[in-house]
């Protein structure tokens, strides 16, 4: 069962947007993960964007380094990740996407990883330092054990090369709202080039496309989703629940703050 594809089939059927929290595991106090992929599920979320903690990771802003940072120190190692989605599988069916530098995924083993990841009910993967045109043996091993590659559009991508990620997407791609790396912002800057790239995206992909990277407000996700299938919302998420002392607590903040999102 593609659990991706048949969220976003479900989705576009009932004219609704997927609505993506990101998490960091483990973050902000251990055995904060499962409780909190559930409490998000409960909360309206459509699918679940997991980070694997790094060291270095480049994509990401302060907020995403400092809670990389934090989750390791808690023990968020990619074993430790994939035992997570394992005991939330157990109780859900929400599609889980991990987020993960490709240096780990190497020295974990390309396909060990691709293997035990579907083993513990992973169903997507994206890896934002993969450059495409490498990525030809990473693309088979994922056919292999179907598991779904989410490629990354930038607003700088020129339109044939949205169109090469979208074809080697599979079943939706993720577009960077803004060049740079993530963390909430109060607004994207020129909203006129916002909106032109978003419309280049529609008109030049096949599948579903989400967009991400600095969305906090429910303003913000109403003005994506007029043009985009979806938003991910990240580091507003875990800067909201990163002084919450309890796992309860992080999974009412959690919770309350993505279901203020939804009311657009």
């Known amino acids: 069962m593609n659990r991706i594809r048949t969220v ?24 904060t993960t499962v409780p909190l992929i559930l409490g998000l599920e409960e909360a309206g979320a459509n699918l679940i964007e997991v980070g694997i903690p790094f060291s270095d990771p480049i994509a990401d802003g302060v ?10 120190q808690n023990g968020a190692t990619i074993h430790k990740v994939l035992e997570s989605v ?3 599988r157990q109780k859900s069916e929400i599609p889980v996407v991990l987020m993960g530098y490709v ?4 020295r974990y083993g390309m396909e060990s990883f691709l293997r035990d990841a579907v083993q513990s009910g992973v169903d997507g993967v994206i890896v934002p330092d993969l450059l495409p045109e490498e990525s030809e043996e990473w693309r088979e091993l994922s ?17 044939q090369r949205i169109q090469y990620l979208d074809s080697i997407s599979t079943d939706f791609s993720y577009c960077v709202s803004v060049t740079g790396v993530t963390g909430a912002r109060s607004s994207h800057g020129d ?6 790239f978003l ?25 994506m989703c007029r043009t985009a299938d979806g938003v991910v919302v990240g580091s507003a998420l875990l800067r909201g629940i990163e ?10 903040t959690a919770g309350a703050f993505f279901s203020s999102l939804q009311h657009g």
């Not at 056919?143 to 339109?159: D, G, Q, R």
């Not at 002084?243 to 009412?252: C, L, M, P, S, Y």
């Open 8 to 31: 976003f089939q479900k989705l576009k059927s009932e004219k609704k947007k997927a609505l993506i929290p990101y998490i960091t595991p483990e973050f902000p106090i251990v055995g």
């Open 63 to 72: 907020t995403i380094q400092h809670s990389s940072h934090i989750a390791i």
């Open 86 to 88: 394992k005991e939330a």
């Open 103 to 106: 240096n780990p995924i190497l």
């Open 143 to 159: 056919s292999k054990y179907a598991v779904s590659n989410i490629f990354l559009i930038a607003p700088t991508t020129p339109v």
């Open 191 to 196: 909203a006129d080039a916002l909106d032109a």
């Open 199 to 223: 419309a280049r995206v529609k008109e030049n992909t096949q599948k579903p496309f989400v967009v991400g990277f600095g969305i906090s407000k429910l303003d913000q996700v109403e003005t």
């Open 243 to 252: 002084n919450e002392k309890t796992i309860d607590g992080v999974v009412a």
